[in-house]
C-alpha cells in the first residue's frame, strides 16, 4: 500500500559540483535574516547550532584561561575568592551545557544524519527548530544568571550549599532546565528519523557507524534529561519554599540530592562522549579507507555504553557515606562500562592496520582521540576503583580524567567532525597546512595543560580551590602554560576554518573519497532538498573495495 | 491500515502517510516516557520520605479531603473516555460527535482545576497546611509534615500544570476541528492529544491513592 519511492541508485559517485538544472545550494536557496530564523532546514539549525556552540565554547574557554591564571601562583593572583569560584562555576556549567552536550548531536548531528540516512530531513522539522530557540533561550537565561550575581556553586550544584548561598542559582538551574528540554527534543527528533525515515535498502546493518553512535545518545537524552529536569526543578522548590527534600537543617538529604543528580550527569558524559566515538569510526574509515573492522561490535558497543550508563552513577559518590555494597556494586558496573569503550578503540586500531593511512587534519584530530581517550578511559578505571578512589576523589586527578575524556576526546572528535564535514557544510576548502598545524599545537597544548593534573592531583592537590600549597606551584606553572599554548592552537585551528570561508577553494562532491551517503551522493553544499532522488543504500556501509 | 477517505495531509519530507503516521506516533510515546520519567523522579522522592517518615505521612494523608479526591479522579477517568471517544466520533466522520467530546473533555479538565484551586487548596491554606517553610498547622509532627505537605503540592501542583496544557492541547484541538480538518482520513492529532492525556490521567490515578489514601 506504500507507494514506491525513486528508482534505486547503486554504486557510482552521484556528487556533482555544477546541480542538476542549476539548483541552488541550502545556503543560497534562500536569503535574509527571516530565512534562517524560522527555517526548518536542517542543514542550516545544523549550522546555526556549530555557530553558537563555537562562540560559548570560546566564552568558556576564556572563563578556564582566567582560572589558570589565578592558579599560577599559590595564594592570590588576579581575583579574589569568591569570583573565583564563579569562573569555575561559569566554565563548568558552558562547556558541560552549551557547548559538549549539544555540539556533536546537535551540530554535525542535525546536519549529517538526514544526508548519511539518505532523508530529506528529520522526521520532525518544526521541532527541529524549537530545539534551537529553546537552547539559544537556556543560553541568555545562563548568561543573565553570570552577569547578575553570578553562581559559585560548581556546575554540579550540591546542597545544602546550593539550596542556601546567594548568588543566581535560581536562574541558572532554569537554564538548565530549558536546556534540557532541547536537547530532548533533539534525542527524540533523531530517533524517529533512524526508525522511520530510512531510504530502500538502508537497514540497520547499513547504517554509517555515525548514526548508531547518534542514535544510542538520543537514548541517553530522551530517558536522562527528564531527570535532571525535575532535580532541577526540587532545587528551585528547595530554594524557594524550602520543601525541606535536600538540606538537612529542613529534614532533608544533601545525599539523596546527589543521587538525583548523577542519576542524570553520569548518562551525561555518555551523552557527551557516544557522539565524539559517532565521527571517530567515520574519520578513522574514510583516513584509513577501509571498513571499520568489527562493525556489529562497534554498533552494539554504543548500545550497550547507552544502557550500562543507566547504573554506574554512584561511582561519584564513593565517599558520600553511601553504604560500601552499593559503592562496591557501582565500582564493579564501572568496570563493565569500560568494555564497550574498549571494543571501540581496539576495532578503530584494527581498522587502521593494513589501512592506506593518511595524515590529513581530520585524522590528526582522530589520532589525538585515540591516545587521548585511551588515558582519559584508563583514569576513569582507577577512578572507579574504591581503594583508589578514597585518595583521589576530589583532586586534579578526577579534573584531569574528564578533561581527557571530555575534551581530549569529544571535542578532539567535534574538531576532527568541523574538519571532516567543513568541506560538505561549507562548499570550501581549508588550508591543510595550518590545520595540521593547529592539530599539533593542540595536542601538545592539551597534554602540557591536564596530563601535569595527574600528578597534581595524585600528590594531593584538591580541585576548586582558589589558595593551595606552594609545593604545587611549579606544576601548576607549567599546567597554566599549557593552557595558553592549547589556547593558541585551537585559536589557529578556528581561524583556518574561518580563513577558509573567506579564501578558501571550492570543494569538490567528495573530497576525501568516502563511501557514505552523504559523501556519494549530495554536492557540496548540498541542495536544499538533499538528494535529487531518493539515494539507494550502498553494499555495505563502508563500501571500499578491499 | 492507511487512511484512505478524505484528504490526507501529507507532509513534505515524508513519503507516503504511513511513514508520517508512524513517526508521529513514536515521536508522541517517546515524549510520554520523558513525562513518566519527569514524575518518577517525584513518586521515588515520595517513597523515600514515605519510608523515613511513616508515622507522619500517615498523620498527615488524614488531613487531605478524599472525597473531593476521589470526585477528581471519576472527572478524569471520564475526560479520558470523552479524548478516546472523540477519536472515535472522527473515524466515522460524525463532526458533531468530535465536538461535543472535546468540549466534554475540556469541562472536565476544567472542573478538575476549579476543584483543586478553588476548594482543595484554600482550605488547606487556611488551615496552615503550606509546603516548605511555610507549614504552620497543628499536627504531631510538624518537622515532618511540612515534607509531606512539600510533596503533596509539589506533585498534584505539577500535575495541574499538566491539566492546564492539556486544556490548552485540545482547545488548539477544537479550533482545528471546527475547521473540519479531522475527519475519517486525518485523526491523528485527536489520538496524540488522547495519548498525552491519558498519561496525564494514569499519573493523576497514582498520586490519588499514594496522597489521598493509602493509611
Known sequence: MTETTAAAHVGHDHGHDHAHGEEPNYLQASHGLKSWIFTVDHKRLGVMYLAAVSFFFFVGGLAALLVRTELLTHTKTIMDADTYNRFFTVHGAIMVFLVIIPSVPAGLGNFVLPLQLGAK??????????????????????????LIGG????????????????????????????LGFSSIFTGMNFIVTIHKLRPPGMTWFKMPLFLWGIYSTSIIQVMATPVLAITLLLLIMERVIKVGIFDPALGGDPVLFQHFFWFYSHPAVYIMILPGMAVMSDMIAAFTKKRVFGYRFVAFSSLAIAVISFIVWGHHMFVSGQSELSSMVFSFLTFLVAIPSGVKVFNWIATMYQGSVSFETPMLYALSFLFLFSIGGLTGIFLGTLSV????????????????????????????????????ITGKMYFERTGQIAAIMVFIGFNLTFFTQFFLGSRGMPRRYYNYLAEFEDLHKLSTFGAY????????????????????????????????????????????????????????????DT | MS?????????????????????????????????????GGLFCAYIIFRSLHPVAFHECHKLLDWKLGGI????????????????????????????????????????????????EWPAKFDHGYLPGYNFMGHVANPDQAHIFFG???????????????????????????????????????????????????????????????AG
Open chain 1, 121 to 146: 530531513d528529520v522526521a520532525f522539522p518544526k521541532l527541529n527548530l524549537l530545539s534551537f530557540w529553546v537552547y539559544c533561550t537556556g543560553a541568555v537565561m545562563a548568561v543573565s544568571a553570570i
Open chain 1, 151 to 178: 553562581v559559585d556553586t560548581g556546575w554540579t550544584f550540591y546542597t545544602p550549599y546550593s539550596s542556601t548561598t546567594s548568588g543566581s542559582v535560581v536562574m541558572m538551574v532554569a537554564a538548565v532546565f530549558v
Open chain 1, 389 to 424: 578512589d578514597v585518595h583521589l576523589h576530589d583532586t586534579y586527578f578526577v579534573v584531569a580524567h574528564f578533561h581527557y575524556v571530555m575534551m581530549g576526546g569529544t571535542i578532539m572528535a567535534f574538531f576532527g567532525g568541523l574538519y571532516y564535514w567543513w568541506p560538505k
Open chain 1, 485 to 544: 599554548f592549547l589556547f593558541a592552537g585551537l585559536l589557529l585551528s578556528l581561524g583556518t576554518l574561518v580563513h577558509s570561508l573567506l579564501k578558501g577553494p571550492k570543494a569538490p562532491a567528495n573530497p576525501w573519497g568516502a563511501k557514505t551517503l552523504e559523501w556519494t551522493h549530495t554536492a557540496s553544499p548540498p541542495i536544499e532538498h538533499n538528494f535529487h532522488e531518493t539515494p539507494h543504500a550502498p553494499a555495505a556501509p563502508y563500501d571500499y
Open chain 2, 3 to 39: 487512511p484512505t477517505e478524505g484528504k490526507f495531509p501529507l507532509a513534505q519530507h515524508f513519503s507516503d502517510p504511513e511513514q508520517q503516521l508512524d513517526s508521529n506516533k513514536l515521536g508522541m510515546w517517546l515524549f510520554l516516557v520523558t513525562e513518566i520519567l519527569l514524575f
Open chain 2, 72 to 119: 477528581n479522579t471519576v472527572v478524569l477517568l471520564i475526560s479520558s473516555l470523552t479524548a478516546a471517544l472523540a477519536i472515535r466520533a472522527a473515524q466515522v466522520n460524525d463532526k458533531a460527535g468530535i465536538k461535543l467530546n472535546i468540549i466534554i473533555t475540556i469541562l472536565c479538565a476544567v472542573t478538575f482545576m476549579v476543584i483543586k484551586l478553588v476548594f
Open chain 2, 151 to 213: 510533596l503533596y503540592f509539589l506533585m498534584t501542583g505539577l500535575h495541574g500544570i499538566h491539566v492546564v496544557i492539556g486544556i490548552i492541547l485540545f482547545s488548539w484541538l477544537l479550533i482545528k476541528t471546527y475547521k473540519g480538518q479531522f475527519h475519517s482520513g486525518w485523526w491523528q492529532p485527536l489520538e496524540l492529544g488522547g495519548l498525552y492525556w491519558h498519561v496525564v490521567d494514569l499519573i493523576w490515578i497514582f498520586l490519588f491513592p499514594l496522597f489521598y489514601l
